[in-house]
């Protein structure tokens, strides 16, 4: 069995870690707890969108902190893009699988952070789904 949590935000600030704490409507949905009879999370699904507000290039990344990983914390890229015009217009970033091995202790909390890294582009909006297995 498999079981699904998201959060979303926006990294406004070139390398600033920023936390996703929303899910869309909920504005505050509260800790990200691994639940019951998960041992494992298998797995996240990642979506970017970008402005582009100058003429550069990025990369970004997601971070997975928290008490519930026993591992300590993952950094994990999961886009890169540039514009060759300032006010380009937006560039997104389709979403993708991204299969992961990571232990966690259920009941424990998932934080998730976003950094936008290289040259500040304007903002990344991303949205992060952890996937839980057993």
């Known amino acids: 069995m498999k079981l699904y949590r998201t959060r979303e935000g926006e990294a406004t600030a070139v390398d600033t870690k920023t936390q996703l704490t929303t899910a869309g409507s909920e504005t505050a949905p509260g800790p990200l707890l691994v639940p019951a009879g998960s041992t494992k999370i298998v797995g996240v699904i990642v979506a970017a969108m970008q402005n582009m507000a100058v003429a550069t290039g990025y990369s970004a990344f997601i971070r997975l902190e928290g008490p519930a990983l ?28 991204i299969p ?20 500040d582009v304007g903002q990344v909006n991303f949205g992060v789904t952890i996937v839980f297995g057993g």
């Open 100 to 119: 992961l091995e990571i232990p966690v202790t259920v009941a424990n909390e998932v934080l998730i952070y976003a950094e936008m890294c290289g040259t």
């Open 70 to 97: 026993q591992e300590g914390p993952e950094s994990i890229a999961v886009c890169a893009g540039g514009n060759a015009v300032a006010t380009g217009g937006n560039n997104a970033t389709a979403a993708v699988f």
